[in-house]
Nanobody, 121 residues
């Protein structure tokens, strides 16, 4: 079994910062990309950012410069540093990881349970 456990969400004022963490655990042979998605009420889930095992990053164009994704491969953990937060960043943030559990299998997508981020004064 593979689990992705997120932490770090909460309520923050506009202009503030939050750091999300997501740790992968279980029978993991390898992790390819790790990333973050978000879903605001009434909207589709959208990509925030992802990072490859080699450290290459990719961001949603609208978030470049405010959000930074990083990972610690030894800890199987991905982070999302969010700065200058705006009310429109309010959403449930989901961790995603492409993980292989058996050598004869392909990489599969796993998701965390989501963590709420609310930006409001």
């Amino acid at each position: 079994q593979v689990q992705l456990v997120e932490s770090g969400g909460g309520l923050v004022q506009p202009g503030g910062s939050l750091r999300l963490s997501c740790a992968a655990s279980g029978s993991i042979l390898g992790i390819n990309t790790m990333g973050w998605y978000r879903q605001a009420p009434g909207k589709q889930r959208e990509l925030v950012a992802f990072i490859t095992s080699g450290g290459t990053t990719n961001y949603a164009d609208s978030l470049k410069g405010r959000f930074t994704i990083s990972r610690d491969n030894a800890k199987r953990t991905v982070y999302l540093q969010m700065n200058s937060l705006k009310p429109e960043d309010t959403a449930v943030y989901y961790c995603n990881a492409r993980i292989i559990t058996q050598p004869w299998e392909h990489y599969s997508d796993y998701w965390g349970q989501g963590t709420q981020v609310t930006v409001s004064s």
